[in-house]
């Protein structure tokens, strides 16, 4: 048996994959298929190459191991700890609680990697930060929200944490005739004719206890019992990771690869009371200010490998011109609990 070498696509940056015989992917694949392609390793130059191996041949002696993470996060289901060391020119990457490991050589671009299925979320997130910073290095704007499209157009929900992205995104789908882009992130490009298409990005679900409990199918897909008292009414806190295969199952969503203009922009602050959606005072100033409010980056993590280069200043004027096209589109406020129908949506949105 030989090994098996693909490509792995998210809009035009490509990573070569090859994967020895014994060792198992399935589960970052499955988890990236929502927004990743796989074909065959042809055509533009990769960003990088990765290997991953069954069993280690060879992994170097670090001369001193340093703690830090693949990624940190507020929830320790999303946190990634490992043991970090640089030698002779690579990054050498210990993931502590699965035992997953990478050797990581920028000359070359090369990764070397062992991980078993238990280690699915470490190859995941390799994968991910490689394809968000290439992106950014090309001059996409990631955002901050959820993205959901009806007759080929995206209307994108935009937010700080805890504002209700994902309640008004699943009300989007549940009651409004919607499928889902985007369940965390939006990564917006401007293309050549000076438009700006949104593309969806491969996440984790994360919901509240509210937002499990109002959907059916969403209890038992997270083994959380809608009787279950959530810890405060339209808290940030307390949210379960959702399986994103079985998520994908149970809510429309759009076909993999393809990217959308943007219709309108919702910005929700979800909370007490009557549902409203008002029109977003500021005028387009002030809603490209609300936007660069909520655009995020991968750069701006802890460094745990240096194969991607940080070349954002190449295409700031780019990004600029991203937000500012975006500055007239129709927005909305959305304030009270959520629930929507049409009839509770603006016109223009539907």
């Known amino acids: 048996m030989t090994d098996e070498r693909t490509r792995l696509s998210y809009l035009d940056t490509h990573v070569d994959v090859t994967v020895a015989p014994g060792a198992d992917i399935g589960g970052a694949h499955d988890f990236l298929g929502t927004h990743v392609t796989v074909g065959p390793a042809e055509g533009p130059e990769p960003l990088a190459d990765l290997r991953v191996a069954a069993e280690p041949e060879e992994w170097p002696s670090a ?19 490992a043991r970090l060391a640089r030698v002779d020119g690579r990054d050498l990457v210990e993931c502590v609680r699965t035992g997953t490991r990478f050797a990581i050589d920028h000359a070359t671009r090369r990764i070397d990697a062992v991980a078993d299925p238990k280690g699915a979320l470490d190859l995941v997130e390799l994968l991910r930060d490689l394809f968000l910073k290439d992106q950014e290095n090309r001059g996409a704007v990631v955002l901050h929200a959820t993205a959901a499209v009806r007759d080929g157009e995206a209307v994108l929900v935009t937010g700080a944490k805890g504002t209700g992205k994902s309640t008004i995104l699943l009300e989007l789908v549940e009651h409004c005739g919607f499928r889902i882009l985007s369940g965390d992130k939006t990564v917006l490009r401007e293309q050549p004719d000076g438009a700006v298409l949104a593309s969806g990005w491969p996440g984790y679900p994360h919901l509240g206890h509210g937002t499990i409990a109002k959907y059916p199918g969403l209890p038992e897909i997270t083994d959380v019992s809608p009787e279950e008292a959530p810890a405060a009414d339209f808290s940030p806190y307390g949210k379960y990771a959702v399986d994103p295969v079985r998520f994908r199952e149970r809510f429309p969503s759009t076909p993999v690869g393809l990217s959308f203009p943007v219709r309108g922009v919702l910005h929700p602050r979800i909370g007490p009371g009557t549902t409203r959606v008002t029109p977003l005072t500021g005028g387009t100033e002030g809603h490209v200010s609300a936007l660069a409010a909520n655009v995020e980056s991968a750069f701006g993590a802890p460094v745990w490998h240096r194969l991607t280069d940080d070349r954002r200043a190449t295409h700031r004027e780019r990004r600029g011109r991203v937000l500012r096209t975006l500055g007239p589109c129709p927005a909305w406020s959305l304030t009270g609990p959520g629930d929507l129908t049409p009839e509770a949506l603006p016109a223009e949105l539907l």
């Open 63 to 81: 001369p001193e191991w340093r703690e830090g993470f693949v990624r940190q996060s507020a929830s320790d289901f999303f946190t990634i700890p």
